[in-house]
């Protein structure tokens, strides 16, 4: 038996559109520039700190706390999960393929439960589970672990160079997902094995008859 972890931001749900709004929401408040969506979704995988690093030029962690009090519930509520997020995770566990979620979100099991996806997935691990972020491999290999599932038998879906890179490290198959701000040749580029521009194209391109693939470095 294999399992499928998938990363959360832009893989299984659409939160471009929450993050811009909120982040601008504390812009506001902060007296920060405003961000256009692009901007915002061209940092999605990076941990949040790390993401207004990027888009500001600094961090104040006043920030977080404000984020947190003010803006996550908002955020939380306007995340949309993509055509087909939930019958292939439902089809999947139907073929007992173990699933997981495995993101740079803090506290990502909240998140999770906010789109109704925790009743299918085996597993969660946030940033919170792990002392390194992505692409170190530490979440993918935890949320292996506690699957009882070896990389080689398991595949990681994600929408960044991140995402590719730590499935990589892991020894997993990458599996490219062009919903985010990477395109086909970006996502191939980075490392992926397959890209698809749809979710519900997964269990055709991993044939799931096996998902053992070679080790990095075998």
Same mark, same amino acid.
């Given at each position: 038996?294999?399992?499928?972890?998938?990363?959360?931001?832009?893989?299984?749900?659409?939160?471009?559109?929450?993050?811009?709004?909120?982040?601008?929401?504390?812009?506001?408040?902060?007296?920060?520039?405003?961000?256009?969506?692009?901007?915002?979704?061209?940092?999605?995988?990076?941990?949040?700190?790390?993401?207004?690093?990027?888009?500001?030029?600094?961090?104040?962690?006043?920030?977080?706390?404000?984020? /947190?009090?003010?803006?996550?519930? &908002? #955020?939380?509520?306007? =995340?949309? *999960?993509?055509?087909?997020? $939930?019958?292939? +995770?439902?089809?999947?566990?139907?073929?007992?393929?173990?699933?997981?979620?495995?993101?740079?979100? /803090?506290?990502?099991?909240?998140? &999770? #439960?906010?789109?109704? =996806?925790? *009743?299918?997935?085996?597993? $969660?691990?946030? +940033?919170?589970?792990?002392?390194?972020?992505?692409?170190?491999?530490?979440?993918?290999?935890?949320?292996?672990?506690?699957?009882?599932?070896?990389?080689?038998?398991?595949?990681?879906?994600?929408?960044?160079?991140?995402?590719?890179?730590?499935?990589?490290?892991?020894?997993?198959?990458?599996?490219?997902?062009?919903?985010?701000?990477?395109?086909?040749?970006?996502?191939?580029?980075?490392?992926?094995?397959?890209?698809?521009?749809?979710?519900?194209?997964?269990?055709?391109?991993?044939?799931?008859?096996?998902?053992?693939?070679?080790?990095?470095?075998?």
């Amino acid at each position: 038996m294999g399992a499928v972890l998938f990363d959360f931001d832009m893989t299984l749900v659409d939160s471009s559109h929450a993050i811009t709004h909120c982040m601008n929401g504390l812009a506001e408040s902060r007296g920060l520039r405003l961000l256009t969506r692009e901007e915002v979704l061209s940092t999605i995988g990076l941990p949040i700190e790390e993401a207004w690093r990027v888009l500001w030029g600094r961090y104040d962690p006043a920030w977080t706390e404000e984020y /947190r009090a003010r803006f996550r519930g &908002v #955020e939380q509520s306007l =995340l949309r *999960p993509f055509p087909g997020t $939930v019958s292939v +995770l439902r089809s999947l566990r139907e073929r007992d393929i173990r699933t997981g979620v495995v993101s740079n979100r /803090r506290f990502a099991r909240v998140a &999770v #439960e906010a789109t109704g =996806l925790v *009743p299918l997935a085996d597993v $969660v691990v946030g +940033l919170e589970d792990v002392e390194r972020p992505k692409p170190d491999p530490q979440s993918v290999l935890l949320a292996l672990d506690r699957l009882g599932v070896p990389p080689e038998a398991a595949a990681y879906v994600g929408d960044t160079d991140i995402d590719m890179a730590t499935a990589r490290a892991a020894g997993t198959l990458g599996v490219g997902m062009t919903t985010g701000a990477f395109d086909r040749a970006g996502l191939l580029a980075a490392g992926a094995s397959l890209v698809l521009d749809d979710l519900r194209e997964l269990e055709g391109a991993l044939g799931l008859a096996s998902l053992e693939v070679p080790r990095v470095g075998s």
